[in-house]
Every structure is written in structure tokens, then in C-alpha cells.
């Protein structure tokens, strides 16, 4: 039995528990207004709001998810808030009316998704600034109103959520007509709702569903009895001795809001901003996009880099294993058929450390990459202690780049340790032709992308005039 709140109402269900979130709001509850496009995660039409409990402070937490490719089952003990569960007696909302005065819609097919976003983005107290609302209507997608009557929308709202320089909190947003009032006591409601009870004999276990649902949906609706581990515990990053310790369902998300880990890596946000948009970073599991195993998948790229450990669990022991042994052949991984990562773990750049991640692909944003990289180096006295540098789209695999990791140990930073560590590449490397490029350009990107990171890392010794 699935249990949660559907915007006021406690809703119990056996429902199949793979059919997607989106599936079920629309056609077992009629609510229409949340959309679907695309079924694959990238329009947002479909975005809801899930808020979930926080004992510590007795409080709701929210944030946006697309619903056309997250599990009905990830839903149990949260709070799903549709477009209609922000409806006020046929009153306008001040995110509504902003984007009715600013005239940010036409077709209005994607004005739900926006109208959740910015909502979002009321909701969190600790987001205050334009750089953040944008994050949360960064996934959205309009086809025909343009954008900039949208931004301006945004930056309405930012101003109308503050009093005297303070962002509102729960009970203001209620009384300025933000969200309705039965926001006020959702805590206590999520609170009288049991625990899913961990199925720890399925074999089929399912993170975020934000690979699975887009390539095996249909196939996964058939499928009996999966884990759903999303909606058995909560997904933790926690910071030890110098290493991060991830859950096997830490989001990216996770990573993205830890203090520490911003503090060790000050562009962390820059870098996950190339993944993927905020509704998606929100779902997508770190341990799923390694089981995924594609050649370019950005946060096995990532980990790789950082030299990941993995904790490999069975119903009968665990195992340890390198990232960089994990993946075998294009789809295939280290996984016995018992198997699952149950953690995470690598070590936090340090003081003498130098990392950086790298994407190229047809948009910025939102797109797979073509060809991604990411390289961390440890330098003591002008030379390198310690090397990793990985990347994606050359090989069948995410690939570590041995040889060129090995070179640079003892080498000081200088354009001919640069030239030199190209030619490995060269040599390492074997990319194919395939849909996004052929085998020569992509061989062309990865010397390009490699030469980004010695550019941006040590504009000091390498400059941009010396290599092109």
C-alpha cells in the first residue's frame, strides 16, 4: 500500500507501484493541469511540487520534480502538490498574476510547470536571490512565449516574497495568498504516515527512475515486486575525516546544497549546473547514473576523478570496488546479479589540490554531453603528487585515463608536460562515430577539453596563445 497527500487530500492506493507519478495524478485523481510532453524529463510540464518531513524542525521541505518519469512508489509518506492544489477560490495567486501581467504565457501548455517552479522557489527560505529562481525554472521549457517576459515574471516574485529585506516564511506565504492555508498543517499529516518496509528480496531495485523511466518504462510496468529505495529512507551525504560518504540514494541535489563540499570545490554549482536542470538533479541518483553505465554519463565522469570507492552489497556480504574498476564494457558493470551499491565514498579536495569538470555537447545546458572530463591533481612545490583524470564519449565506457594519470605523477606544470600528455591521450583513447560526432571530432573535443582544464586551472604556466 502506497500512502500520501495529493495537495489536501490522504491518498491510499495498491496501485501498481512502477506506473509514473504522472500517470497516476492524471488518470486514476483527473487532475489535468499537470502536463505531458515529453516523457523523458526535459519540458517540466509535468513538474510537481514533494514535500517532505524534516522531524528535526517539524517542518515540510520542497522541491520540484518532473513526475513523467518518477515512480508512483517514490511518492509513499511525501507531500505532492499539483497546480490545482495551489488554487485559492478562483483567486490568482502572486505567482499566477506575475506571469499573467508580464504576459509570460500563450499556449499556456507549459504555464503549470512555471507556476510550480516559481512557487518553489517561495517555498525555500533559503533561496534569495535571481541566480536561484532561475535555477528553479531552468528545466522548464516554453515553445512559443519566449523567455524573457518569463524571467521578468521571476524577478517579480523574487521581490514580492521579501518584507524589509527577509524572505517570507510558511504562515506569510499563506496570508499573501502565496499557497493555501492547509499548507500550514502538513507536517502533522506526513507525520501519522508509516514508513514504506524495505522489500529486501527484490532483486529490481529503482533509485530516482530518471535513467530507467526514460529508457525501460514500459517494461518496468510489468515488472513485480521492484525496491523502491527513494521512498524507504532518506538520502544522506555526510562529511568525515576529509571524505564524503554518499547513501545509494543521494541525489545530485545532495552534493549540490552540501556546505562543506561547496566549500571545497567553490564551483561545485557551475559544474552541476552542466548535468542537468534542478527538477532532475532533485531525483537523479549518483549510484543509478553509475549502474547506468553510459560512456557519458556526467557524474560517474565526476566521481572518477575523485577516485570514488563503491560498497557492493549482496543479501549475504559486501565488497569493495574502485569506480574505475566498476565499469567493464559499454553496459556493463562489475554488479553481480545480487548485487547493489550500497555506498559511496571519495576523498574531499584538499588545500593543494586542483579539480575541475569540463562538458561539451549541442546545448550548454540540459543536453548529453558530446565529450565531458573531469581531472583532479594534488601539487606540492611546483609538481604533481597525485593524478586522476577521466573522461566520456571516447571509449564504450566512462573511462579513467590511466596512462595519462600515471604520466603526470612527479611532472611539473608547463606546456610541454601538456604536449606530452596530448600524445597519451591520442594513444589511450578510442573513440567511435555515432550520433553526436564522428570518431575524428571527438578525438578532436578531447584534446580540446584536456587542454580547458590545464587553461583554467594554471592560466599561469599555460597560456591560451601557447596552444592553439
Same mark, same amino acid.
Not at 228 to 237: A, G, L
Not at 342 to 369: C, M, T
Given at each position: 500500500m502506497i500512502e500520501f497527500i495529493l495537495n489536501n487530500k490522504i491518498?491510499?492506493?495498491?496501485?501498481?507501484?512502477?506506473?509514473?507519478?504522472?500517470?497516476?495524478?492524471?488518470?486514476?485523481?483527473?487532475?489535468?493541469?499537470?502536463k505531458i510532453v515529453c516523457r523523458e524529463g526535459d519540458c517540466a510540464a509535468c513538474s510537481v511540487l514533494v514535500g517532505?518531513?524534516?522531524?528535526?524542525?517539524?517542518?515540510?521541505?520542497?522541491?520540484?520534480?518532473?513526475?513523467?518519469?518518477?515512480?508512483?512508489?517514490?511518492?509513499?509518506?511525501?507531500?505532492?502538490?499539483?497546480?490545482?492544489?495551489l488554487n485559492q477560490n478562483h483567486i490568482l495567486t502572486p505567482v499566477q498574476n506575475s506571469i499573467k501581467n508580464n504576459n509570460a504565457t500563450q499556449c499556456g501548455f507549459c504555464t503549470p510547470g512555471f507556476v510550480i517552479a516559481m512557487t518553489n522557489y517561495c517555498l525555500n527560505p533559503s533561496l534569495n536571490s535571481e541566480e536561484q529562481m532561475l535555477d528553479c525554472i531552468g528545466g522548464n521549457i516554453c515553445r512559443c512565449t519566449g523567455y524573457v517576459s518569463l524571467v521578468k515574471a521571476a524577478k517579480d516574485i523574487i521581490s514580492q516574497t521579501q518584507n524589509k529585506g527577509e524572505k517570507y516564511q510558511l504562515q506569510e506565504l499563506i496570508s499573501e495568498g502565496f499557497i493555501p492555508e492547509y499548507f500550514a498543517g502538513m507536517a502533522l499529516k506526513l507525520a501519522t504516515i508509516e514508513p514504506k518496509i524495505p522489500n529486501n528480496h527484490s532483486s529490481n531495485i529503482i533509485a530516482g527512475g530518471t535513467d530507467l523511466?526514460?529508457?525501460?518504462?514500459?517494461?518496468?510496468?510489468?515488472?513485480?515486486?521492484?525496491?523502491?529505495?527513494?521512498?524507504?529512507?532518506?538520502?544522506?551525504?555526510k562529511i568525515q575525516n576529509g571524505k564524503c560518504i554518499l547513501s545509494a540514494n543521494a541525489t545530485v541535489s545532495d552534493l549540490f546544497h552540501n556546505p562543506e563540499l561547496i566549500r571545497s570545490i567553490p564551483e561545485l554549482h557551475d559544474f552541476l549546473r552542466l548535468v542537468s536542470s534542478e527538477p532532475i538533479r532533485n531525483m537523479a541518483a549518483i549510484a543509478g547514473n553509475f549502474v547506468n553505465a553510459s560512456p557519458i554519463a556526467d557524474m560517474s565522469i565526476f566521481c572518477?576523478?575523485?577516485?570514488?570507492?563503491?560498497?557492493?552489497?549482496?543479501?549475504?556480504n559486501s565488497r569493495k570496488i574502485r569506480l574505475k574498476d566498476f565499469f567493464l564494457d559499454y553496459k556493463k558493470t562489475a554488479l553481480q546479479k545480487?548485487?547493489? %551499491? =550500497?555506498?559511496?565514498?571519495?576523498?574531499?579536495?584538499? @588545500?593543494?589540490?586542483?579539480? /575541475?569538470?569540463?562538458?561539451?555537447?549541442?546545448?550548454?545546458?540540459?543536453?548529453?554531453?558530446?565529450?565531458?572530463?573531469?581531472i583532479y591533481l594534488e601539487i606540492k612545490n611546483d609538481t604533481v603528487l597525485k593524478a586522476n583524470i577521466a573522461i566520456g564519449g571516447v571509449a564504450p565506457i566512462p573511462m579513467y585515463l590511466t596512462k595519462c594519470s600515471e604520466f603526470l605523477i612527479n611532472k611539473e606544470i608547463n606546456l610541454g608536460?601538456?604536449?606530452?600528455?596530448?600524445?597519451?591521450?591520442?594513444?589511450?583513447?578510442?573513440? %567511435? =562515430?555515432?550520433?553526436?560526432?564522428?570518431?575524428?571530432? @571527438?578525438?578532436?573535443?578531447? /584534446?580540446?577539453?584536456?587542454?580547458?582544464?590545464?587553461l583554467k586551472l594554471f592560466p599561469d604556466s599555460i597560456k591560451f596563445e601557447e596552444v592553439l
Open positions: 491518498i491510499k492506493t495498491d496501485a501498481n507501484e512502477s506506473i509514473t507519478l504522472v500517470d497516476f495524478i492524471r488518470d486514476d485523481k483527473g487532475l489535468k493541469g499537470t517532505e518531513l524534516d522531524v528535526s524542525h517539524n517542518s515540510v521541505k520542497y522541491h520540484t520534480i518532473t513526475s513523467c518519469i518518477s515512480p508512483l512508489a517514490n511518492a509513499h509518506g511525501k507531500h505532492i502538490v499539483t497546480i490545482e492544489g523511466y526514460v529508457q525501460k518504462a514500459d517494461e518496468l510496468l510489468l515488472r513485480n515486486h521492484a525496491r523502491f529505495i527513494h521512498s524507504e529512507s532518506k538520502s544522506s551525504v572518477l576523478a575523485l577516485d570514488a570507492e563503491l560498497t557492493l552489497q549482496s543479501s549475504k545480487d548485487e547493489h %551499491i =550500497s555506498q559511496i565514498v571519495f576523498n574531499i579536495p584538499n @588545500k593543494s589540490a586542483y579539480f /575541475n569538470f569540463e562538458k561539451i555537447s549541442k546545448r550548454r545546458n540540459l543536453d548529453i554531453a558530446t565529450v565531458n572530463s573531469a608536460t601538456l604536449k606530452q600528455l596530448l600524445e597519451i591521450l591520442n594513444q589511450e583513447i578510442s573513440p %567511435i =562515430s555515432d550520433v553526436r560526432g564522428t570518431a575524428d571530432y @571527438k578525438k578532436l573535443l578531447a /584534446n580540446q577539453i584536456i587542454k580547458q582544464h590545464f
